[in-house]
Nanobody, 127 residues
């Protein structure tokens, strides 16, 4: 059974940092691009960051570029999202997702290209 489990969310003041983790099991996730998305109340789920299956390429939404860093640990089958200089507008439920493409060359930024999702972890940034 494929499973993605996020952790690391919480309440933080503006300007602070959090590191989200996504532990994967049930599939060789090292062969798949991975992504982070977020969804704020009343808004659609949006792309945050993604990393290629080889870990050499990363992509970010303009809103988080320069503040967030995505990485992956193949030995632990875990993907991370380091979030720095957090802003109140970063408040959302954050979801980890696995791309449907085995060793895909293209790293996708749309939800439809990801076929496995975690349950989400809440991040709240106070002003």
């Amino acid at each position: 059974q494929v499973q993605l489990v996020e952790s690391g969310g919480g309440l933080v003041q503006a300007g602070g940092s959090l590191r989200l983790s996504c532990a994967a099991s049930g599939r060789t996730f090292s062969n798949y691009p991975m992504g982070w998305f977020r969804q704020a109340p009343g808004k659609e789920r949006e792309f945050v960051a993604a990393i290629s299956w080889g870990g050499t390429r990363t992509f970010y939404a303009d809103s988080v570029k320069g503040r967030f860093v995505i990485s992956r640990d193949y030995a632990k089958n875990t993907v991370y999202l380091q979030m720095n200089s957090l802003k109140p507008e970063d408040t959302a439920v954050y979801y980890c997702a696995a791309d449907r493409g085995y060793r895909a060359i293209v790293v996708h930024t749309t939800t439809t290209e990801y076929d496995y999702w975690g349950q989400g972890t809440q991040v709240t940034v106070s002003s």
